[in-house]
């Protein structure tokens, strides 16, 4: 029964890392279309944050913290995401060029975490990892999406391909670390809060102002809306 779990969380994680790179394909083909696929990327975002980590986090975190805890987490998450932001931005040219990296770092953390996730779930229940599987493939390819978003903000193609390549991987990565490790959901709760509130400042801070410095037109708003409605979507139609 254990062997069984392992091999269907391995066989998620390795669907999980083809759709982030689907993901990331379809933005490398649309790139001649930046600013929409900033906008997209903006709203998957921060939907990302409000509409799946957030009430994850507050969910499984119930038994063990406050919700004021957990807000706290999202806020020390915005913080460090922002002191490190500026702090690279601060440096001299040459060493600034590494904040470029920081953004698909922080997303591709993220897949490792998702990978976790299911793993460490399967271990529990099979029923409950394959609902919690469903939620992870059908928002990797925005993973994807976003991660090349990012990366080309750089116009550095080579820096674009190897973060979707490492953030494809992630996934299948984080199944295999579960194997080795449990990570309880008394950790678990404050590291998605935490992940929640960088991604709020991504969306909001960084991704959103280059959309509306593209085009302040309605276009910008519709496009962050559109793909808040994306992830809202898909998270809907995963969760039972």
Same mark, same amino acid.
């Given at each position: ?12 994680? @390795? ?13 490398? /083909? ?55 932001? /500026? ?33 460490? +779930? ?37 820096? +674009? ?19 080795? @490790?449990? @990570? ?25 102002? /280059? /959309? ?7 276009s910008a708003a519709i ?9 809202y979507s898909v998270l ?5």
């Amino acid at each position: 029964m254990i062997a069984s779990s392992q091999s269907a969380a391995i066989a998620v994680g @390795i669907a999980a890392s083809f759709v982030t790179y689907l993901g990331g394909a379809i933005a490398f /083909r649309l790139r001649a279309r930046l600013p929409l696929i900033l906008g997209l990327a903006a709203g998957i975002v921060v939907g990302v944050a409000l509409f799946d980590l957030l009430p994850e986090a507050l969910a499984i975190g119930a038994a063990h913290y406050g919700s004021e805890l957990l807000f706290a987490a999202v806020a020390i998450g915005m913080v460090i995401y922002m002191t490190i932001d /500026r702090g690279l931005a601060a440096l001299p040219v040459n060493y600034a060029r590494v904040r470029r990296h920081l953004g698909p770092a922080s997303l591709t953390l993220h897949s490792l975490i998702d990978g976790l996730g299911v793993g460490i +779930t399967f271990h529990l229940s099979s029923a409950a990892g394959i609902v919690v599987a469903i939620g992870v493939l059908t928002h990797d390819v925005a993973d994807g999406i976003n991660t090349v978003t990012l990366s080309l903000i750089g116009n550095d193609m080579a820096v +674009t391909r190897r973060w979707l390549i490492a953030n494809s991987l992630a996934p299948i990565v984080g199944v295999s670390v579960a194997t080795w @490790i449990d @990570i309880g959901d008394r950790m678990l709760a404050p590291l998605l809060a935490t992940f929640g509130g960088a991604f709020l400042y991504i969306g909001a801070c960084e991704l959103i102002p /280059r /959309r509306l410095a593209a085009n302040r037109g309605p276009s910008a708003a519709i496009t962050i809306a559109a793909g808040m409605a994306f992830i809202y979507s898909v998270l809907s139609i995963a969760r039972p």
